[in-house]
Structures are given as structure tokens and as C-alpha cells.
């Protein structure tokens, strides 16, 4: 089993910003993938930001420039810097990660339970 586990979230003000932690654990060969998506009320899930094993990221276009996406050098944790956040940035965000549990494995997709975070005006 893989569990990934999330942490930093909560209730900031308008231009302000939070750090989101998430740490894989469990039955690991090899993490590919990781990043946050977030889900606000009523609306789909989105990709927020990832980043390969390799270090390339992606990022959605309405946080460019405002979010960090980084990785631990463990590899197994990644981080998510908002900064300038604004209150359409209020949702639950997800860690997300596609993890191989043995060398003849295939990828699968792993996902944490969940930080909400709020922002207020």
C-alpha cells in the first residue's frame, strides 16, 4: 500500500501565502510523477501543478508565476509554495503521485486525502 500524506494548509488572507507539504510512504520502488490538484465547490477537479521524476513541471496557467511546485531530495515529499493568493484559489487541494510498488509494476495513481485551503478577501 501507498499512503500519501498532506499537510499546510488552512485560512489566509487575500495576497498572502501557504506552503503545502506532502510525504509518500508505504510499499515505494519507484515514484514518478508527483504534484497537487484541487478541487473548489462545484467544480471539477483540476491539475494545479507536477512534476516528473526528472524535474520537468507543468503548471496550470491561472498560477504561473505565483505557485511553486519543488520536490525533497528524498524524493518521496513535494511541496507546493503559493504566494499572492487570491480567493479563487479556495479549494480542497490533493497531492498526487504515480508510483511504481515493484520493478515489473506498472505506474499507478496514488492521491492523499485532501488540505483545504481558504481565502478570504
Known amino acids: 500500500q501507498v499512503q500519501l500524506m498532506e499537510s499546510g494548509g488552512g485560512l489566509v488572507q487575500a495576497g498572502g501565502s501557504l506552503r503545502l507539504s506532502c510525504e509518500a510512504s508505504?510499499?515505494?520502488?519507484?515514484?514518478?510523477?508527483m504534484g497537487w490538484y484541487r478541487q473548489a465547490p462545484g467544480k471539477q477537479r483540476e491539475l494545479v501543478t507536477t512534476?516528473?521524476?526528472?524535474?520537468?513541471?507543468t503548471y496550470t496557467d491561472s498560477v504561473k508565476g505565483r505557485f511553486a511546485i519543488t520536490r525533497g531530495n528524498a524524493k518521496n515529499t513535494v511541496y507546493l509554495q503559493m504566494n499572492t493568493l487570491k480567493p479563487e484559489d479556495t479549494a480542497v487541494y490533493y497531492c498526487?503521485?504515480?508510483?511504481?510498488?515493484?520493478?515489473?509494476?506498472?505506474?499507478?495513481?496514488?492521491w492523499g486525502q485532501g488540505t483545504q485551503v481558504t481565502v478570504s478577501l
Open positions: 498526487h503521485a504515480k508510483v511504481q510498488t515493484g520493478p515489473l509494476m506498472s505506474a499507478r495513481d496514488h
Open positions: 508505504g510499499r515505494i520502488f519507484r515514484i514518478n510523477d
Open positions: 512534476m516528473t521524476s526528472g524535474g520537468t513541471t
